[in-house]
């Protein structure tokens, strides 16, 4: 069976830290694209971040950009995103996906369930 599986959200106070980590399973994620998405409650569903297959290029939304790091590990065949300095606003669901070779929004076709994470004092 083919999955990705979040993990790593939680409650966090403003300025706290949190790593999420997505474990992919019935497939290598090393070919893939992987990409971090985060769905606040009554909002859309946004692109945080990405990372090529090879690692060599990623990308990150304007409001986390210098606060969020994302990064894989495909011995462990799982991606990772730190999240630092947290704001309450970054509160929603994060999902990871995986698209074949190349990050275009259109690509992803597999997704995780999601983990909650939420920024609160």
């Known amino acids: 069976q083919l999955q990705l599986v979040e993990s790593g959200g939680g409650l966090v106070q403003p300025g706290g830290s949190l790593r999420l980590s997505c474990a992919a399973s019935?497939?290598?994620?090393?070919?893939?694209?992987i990409g971090w998405f985060r769905q606040a409650p009554g909002a859309e569903r946004e692109g945080v971040s990405s990372i090529s297959s090879s690692s060599r290029s990623t990308t990150y939304v304007d409001s986390v950009k210098g606060r969020f790091t994302i990064s894989r590990d495909n011995a462990k065949n799982t991606v990772f995103l730190e999240m630092n300095s947290l704001k309450p606003e970054d509160t929603a669901v994060y999902y990871c996906a995986a698209a074949p070779l190349v990050c275009r929004r259109d690509k992803y076709i597999y997704w995780g369930q999601g983990t909650q994470v939420t920024v609160s004092s």
């Open positions: 019935g497939f290598t994620l090393d070919s893939y694209c």
